[in-house]
Structures are given as C-alpha cells and as structure tokens.
C-alpha cells in the first residue's frame, strides 16, 4: 500500500468581495502519497493554485479557508492537521519541509539582493546555518546541484544577471534548499520557452530523486502531465472531479470534462503547448452552477445533474470520478 504523506479533507476556501462570495473551491478531497509526483490539472481558474497555497494556510485576505483538514505525516510519524497549527508553527514548516516554486522567477526573487544572498536567507530562516556567509558556501552547492554553471561565480550574480531559465533554476535551488519533504511546484515551466521547460522539468526529476521529495505540481499542461506524473487530479470550478493514475487517466478518462479535455487535446502523450478549451465558459463561482458545477456543459448532463452535487466514487481500484453517470 502507497504511504500517504498528505491527506487533504473538504478544502473550501472564499474570497469575500464586493461583488460577493468567490467560491474558489468548494470541499476539495485527495491523497498524496510519499515520493510521487502528484499532479493538479484544470484551466485556467479552476482552483489548482488556491487549493496548493491553502494547503499551508497561504491565503490572504479577502480569502479564507473555512473548512477543511490537511493532515501531514511528519517524518517521525506523527499526524498534524496543518491548518490548525498557528502562524509561527506553520512557518516553521512552510519554505522547510513543504516548499513552493511558483511561476513566474521574476516576482520570486528579490532584484536587490544576489541570488547567493537569497538562497543562503532561505536557509538561515529555518535557523539551519550559523551565518549568511555558511549559507553562501551552502548556495555555491546548491546553484550546482540545480546545474548553474560557473556557480562560485554565479553565486553573487543578481536576478538581472541571469536568464529566465537559469532565475527559475536559482528559484527551484531556493526550494530545495532546507531539504524539503514536499516540493510544490505552482507551474513552474509556464513563464519560460519550450526548450528550457524541458530542461527544467528534468531538474525538477532529480531534485525529486536527489531529495527523495514528494512532488505537487500544478499545470495545465496535460503534456507535462503525461511526461511526469505519477498520478493526477483534475479540477473543474473549484472541485475535484476525477483522480487517477496518469495511465487511468489518459487512457481511461472517465468524467466527462475529462474526456472533453483530453479530445481537445489530439495526442496528449506528445508535447502540447496549452490545453485547449472545450466548449463553453467557466462558470462564475459567485453563483456556480447548482448540483454537477460541470452540467451546464455536459454534453452527457441529466436531470439529476441539475440537483445534485455527486460524490466521489472509486470506480477501479485507484481510480475516483465525482459523477452521475457512475
Ligand atoms: N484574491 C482573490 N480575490 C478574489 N478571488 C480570487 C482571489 N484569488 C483567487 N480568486 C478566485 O479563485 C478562483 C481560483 O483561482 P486560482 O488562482 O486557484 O486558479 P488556477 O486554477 O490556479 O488558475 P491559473 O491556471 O490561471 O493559475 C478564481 O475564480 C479566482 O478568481
Ligand atoms: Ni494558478
């Protein structure tokens, strides 16, 4: 049996504007098991990052997590419901044991210190170096582990000095640089050319192996999803609505907004630049839709959709879809 090293209950969180209540996501459920890349698909808006930042209570005002359990398995065994914890403790864990890549390397890193500078801050937070000066000895390391060259040099470069490839690898050395259990990568390849997504997606493969980390990445990539994954959730209007290996998924898509993906998508298991939109919009989620928030563009929608929102069922073994056909 696959160990679980997060299990995430009822996830919902709001954003409380002006216009009303965003139901960003609404009692999001799912399972990531030690070591394996977990993926988080769905288009743009669907919930993919707001669901990965809750799960360290990164969300800011207007938003707030108003239900849910994230329980982490702690290296010793232990359990914690990660949004109990206070701000202090889960600090002390956020950027240490669980750590985020995000997007876009420009607004990751800070233009005014050196790249060395950032990673060796990164470390000493988590009060794992005596001085800045250790952790730039530390960084040198890292910028090579992350394949920068001429890193003794690089290391006291700043963000400008770099290419977008190399910030992005400089922002994944600031990820691992404590050593993290889980890595959680908010599409880390979007911002960059396609040449170097690849190459940055093999990093971030042997960062996995190099660290024995547990890897959450978010994209709407369904190439990328094909390429490295373990798993896959797919989200739809700030719910999940199917979970699978990457093979059950891709070659057994059972949810109807699955399968609309995945035709959209000629061959998925070839490099595609951006999932295409399947027809329709994505709804409001002010006021999503009542029942399946899928039904208004089911092209399998019954009357039950309309009314009733559908639980998740394991089909296969492994394999869950939220759905009325089932
Ligand atoms: N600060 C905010 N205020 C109001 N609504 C917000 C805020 N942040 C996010 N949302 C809403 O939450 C929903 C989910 O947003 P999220 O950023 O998680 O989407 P995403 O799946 O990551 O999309 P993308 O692929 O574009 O990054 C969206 O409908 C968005 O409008
Ligand atoms: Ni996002």
Redesign the pocket.
Known sequence: MPEPILQVRNLTVH?Y?YAGI?K?IEKVSFDVYKGETFALV?E????????SRALTQLIES??RIVEGQVLYYREDGSVVDLLKLSEEEIREIRGNEIAYIFQDPHSSLDPLYTVGYQIAEAIEVHGKIKNIKEGIQKAVQILKSVLIPDPERRVNNYPHELSGGMKQRVVIGIGVSNNPRILIAD?PTTALDVTVQAQILELLEKMKKEYKATIILIT?NLGVVAETADRVAVMYAGKIVEIGSVDQIFKNPLHPYTQGLLKAVPNPMTKIEKLEAIPGTVPN?ITPPSGCRFHPRCPKAMEVCKQKVPEMKEIEPGHFVACHLY
Do not use: D, I, M, Q
């Open positions: 954003f504007t965003v960003a769905g743009t808006g669907c919930g993919k990052s707001v669901t207007p938003g599409e709407h989620l």
